[in-house]
């Protein structure tokens, strides 16, 4: 059995089945006065509801809405279609592009971090593109320091770490990176040492003096053992660098050729210089001849049959540890037999101007013996004449011209004063005054 | 209304056949077609208009927050899981009920505008007197719109006074015309519980609107036109 409520509601509800289609007139309706008087009010109002003008949209509202629904539509649809193809772009929307642009960040800055961590620690040479970035980063630990005392603490670890890189680059391989980095590195002492010279005498400066007193005999150490790795131009570089460190290191003061017609044409090298020693090796055009030392008073002797020795330019010297010096000032001389007589002697070549400091000093001491010498082989017909352009005003340019030849470029000052000495004192002694 | 209706029966010829028509329009509206999304959009705009517009009040309202809805729907319908109308008019009604929410809160954020004029009514008192005179059509009697304004924001106050369940069984029962069995499952009760908000819903409304019209419960249109025969 239903209750009132019920009944009513399932009154209602067959009445509106029945009346929800053609619209009934109210007046009709009002007026009756049956017992579900009521519910057809309810019907009533339930039409007017369904029919209410206020309730229907506007056709020309709906057109325009249509409209702006569908081009809506379109945009969304063209978004999840691009979706689709980069689903990751999407996802998570806003949360997923600031994951990305994170993720962008850590990547410069690992990549940053890596380069930086890799020039720290794989020593790159002048050769290599991490070399700039390392470079960076040592400019910029020097500029940020906050003192003089940690501005030559940071020299220091500088100097280290270009000693390591040279110990990288020891290797045929990498001579031009190997040179370029020996030349920091030797620029660099010549920075820190009056640096830390120039510190206040505290307990840091005497720190960092020992500091760089062991760098050095590290440095020097390091050296000695590279020699042996290193090609010939590279020995004779880092020797020089032994040198500037005050290391013994072998020098060619002089190098006398005499070549020998009786009783066999052969060929005397005297190599005169210090830390020479009997297991001196003698290279000759950077040839290496099998001739031993005969050490005598600070003189290597080599004698080779003349056939080897052919077109002298550059005579070398490497002992048992590698160090090595170079010279092309040769002085020659000939002989008729062994003992000397009718000697001539002849400085047949010019300085190439070799980058050894032996023979910077060699030239420096020998050069005036040597122009004294070629003065007057040259001189041997022409002396007057020479004489008259050396003291007159004329041509100073032949005078200059045979020292060039004599001696190279690098030594052209030196010929210079050492020429107008020697020839003036030649000119007194051999022609008499003018 | 009843050409909205025809089209809509027009589109989906019975119950039966409906509901695989649906559910395939609703499948391609999901992909993104243009012509489904029309024929959903069609389907449901008298409802979701009749719905919004018996809740705000005024027309203009109605039909901006009308737009915001199908916008919406647009925008979520990929998202939707259930592939049924009901399923999809329950959707669109959650919606609806959330932007008018949010107009309702919005509205009173904003401060409240007095008007210049001394008295409102004394105004529209002497404008009735004037217009009696003046005015030839009703439709473009200011008074009959100031009237009819303020009638229908009577119902809409009424309307207001509903539950949210009780609304919902009278615009698919009266503006979608589902049945009885349809709106259940739309809104999740059983049926004869929405016969009895249907029939509760409609009583309450009626009770609301005698009480602020005293003369009769009749809607302001149908009012208007009882007044004019009882003017002649």
Redesign the interface.
């Known amino acids: 059995m239903k209750s009132q ?2 009944y ?3 009154q ?2 067959e009445l ?2 029945s009346r ?1 289609g053609p619209i009934i007139p ?1 007046t009709a309706l ?1 007026t009756s006065s049956s017992p579900d008087a ?1 519910q057809q ?2 019907v009533i ?2 039409q ?11 056709p020309a ?2 057109h325009r ?2 409209r ?3 081009a ?3 945009r ?2 063209h978004k ?1 279609t691009f979706a689709n193809t980069w689903p990751w772009l999407f996802i998570g929307h806003g949360a997923q592009f600031r994951v990305i642009i994170v993720l962008i960040i850590l990547c410069l800055f690992g990549g940053t971090s890596t380069a930086l961590a890799m020039a720290s620690t794989t020593n790159p040479g002048p050769d290599n593109p991490l070399y700039m970035v390392k470079t960076w980063k040592q400019n910029l630990q020097l500029s940020l320091a906050d003192s003089p005392q940690s501005r030559a603490t940071i020299n220091l670890q500088i100097t280290r770490d270009q000693l390591n890189t040279m110990i990288h680059l020891a290797d045929p391989t990498h001579a031009n990176a190997y040179h370029q980095t020996m030349v920091d590195l030797e620029q660099q002492i010549d920075t820190i040492t009056p640096d830390i010279n120039a510190l206040p005498p505290e307990p840091d400066r005497q720190h960092l003096l020992n500091e760089l007193i062991a760098l050095k005999d590290n440095i020097r150490h390091t050296l000695y053992t590279l020699l042996p790795k290193l090609p010939f131009p590279e020995k004779l570089a880092t020797t020089t660098f032994l040198a500037h460190l005050g290391a013994a290191v072998p020098i060619i003061q002089k190098v006398t050729v005499t070549t020998t017609k009786h009783p066999t044409l052969q060929v005397t090298i005297s190599v005169t210089g210090t830390n020479l020693a009997n297991t001196t090796r003698l290279l000759v055009n950077n040839q290496p001849v099998t001739e031993t030392c005969t050490f005598q008073s600070n003189t290597c002797l080599f004698v080779a049959p003349m056939s080897k020795l052919n077109q002298l330019s550059t005579i070398s010297i490497i002992n048992t540890d590698d160090t090595a010096a170079q010279t092309s000032v040769i002085t020659h001389a000939t002989t008729n037999d062994s003992n000397g007589n009718n000697q001539k002697t002849d400085n047949k070549k010019p300085n190439s101007g070799n980058n050894t400091a032996n023979n910077t000093n060699n030239n420096e001491k020998g050069n005036e013996k040597n122009n004294v010498k070629a003065y007057k082989k040259v001189n041997g017909k022409d002396n007057d004449k020479i004489n008259d352009k050396i003291n007159g005003k004329g041509n100073k340019n032949d005078n200059v011209k045979v020292n060039k030849k004599d001696n190279g470029k690098g030594n052209k000052k030196d010929n210079g004063k050492g020429n107008g000495k020697s020839n003036g004192k030649s000119n007194g002694k051999g022609n008499g005054k003018k | 209304m009843f050409s909205w209706q025809r089209s809509i029966e027009e589109a989906f010829s019975s119950r039966e056949e409906r509901v695989p028509v649906f559910e395939h329009v609703l499948k391609r509206a999901k992909k993104g077609e243009s012509e489904a999304v029309a024929t959903l959009y069609h389907h449901f705009l008298p409802a979701v208009f009749g719905y919004i517009a018996a809740r705000v009040p005024d027309r203009s309202t109605a039909e901006d927050l009308t737009s915001e809805v199908f916008l919406k729907m647009v925008e979520g319908i990929d998202k939707v899981r259930t592939t049924e109308e009901t399923g999809i008019a329950a959707w669109l009604f959650q919606v609806a009920r959330v932007t008018i929410a949010g107009y309702y809160r919005h509205r009173e954020k904003q401060p409240h505008c007095v008007a210049l004029e001394s008295s409102f009514e004394d105004k529209n008192n002497t404008i009735r007197k004037n217009s009696v005179t003046l005015t030839n059509s009703s439709d473009t009697d200011p008074v009959t719109c100031s009237e009819s304004r303020e009638e229908w924001q009577t119902v809409v106050n009424a309307i207001n006074h509903l539950t949210e369940d009780q609304r919902l069984v009278l615009v698919g029962r009266l503006i979608l015309g589902y049945d009885i069995t349809t709106i259940a499952r739309m809104i999740g009760k059983q049926a004869n519980a929405v016969k009895a908000l249907q029939f509760r819903a409609l009583q309450s409304l009626n009770r609301l609107l005698k009480k602020a019209n005293p003369p009769a419960a009749a809607l302001p249109a149908q009012r208007h036109q009882k007044r004019r025969e009882d003017d002649r």
């Not at chain 1, 007017?48 to 506007?58: E, M």
């Open positions: 409520p019920e009513n509601a399932d209602l509800e509106l089945s929800l109210s009002r009521e009010e309810l109002l339930a007017q509801l369904r029919t209410a003008p206020a309730l229907q949209p506007d509202f709906a809405l249509e702006k629904v569908l809506h539509n379109g969304q649809t999840h």
